[in-house]
């Protein structure tokens, strides 16, 4: 969209959001406050409302997880442990999300 042009950009489909979060996610070596975030938005405005869906739960503590391993400086077989935690579970939104 050119700059100063009045159309409304459309917000991101769910899937591509959850698909830019899991990349995110994948590549992530350190905690940075605004991306976790941004990933939380994401995942609360997929839920619609209280209470949380199952696989969103499930996804939020294991970000919750995966970014505790990063900052408390756990071994990295922890760490790919817990990232590979989060990758599955934003798999399982994704599956939902895509299907709905």
């Known amino acids: 969209m050119p700059f100063g042009s009045t159309e409304k950009q459309r917000p991101p489909r769910p899937a591509s959001a959850l698909s ?13 406050v605004d991306s976790g975030l941004a990933a ?11 209470p949380l ?29 817990r990232r590979t935690e989060v990758l599955a579970a934003l798999d399982a939104v994704i599956a939902r999300s895509s299907a709905s």
């Open 53 to 81: 869906p199952r696989d969103i739960d499930l996804a939020m503590k294991a970000l919750g997880e995966f970014e505790r391993a990063i900052v408390e400086d756990q071994p990295s077989d922890s760490v790919e442990r």
């Open 40 to 50: 939380r938005r994401t995942l609360f405005a997929l839920a619609g409302g209280s």
């Open 20 to 32: 830019v979060l899991r990349a995110q996610v994948e590549s992530q070596t350190e905690v940075d």
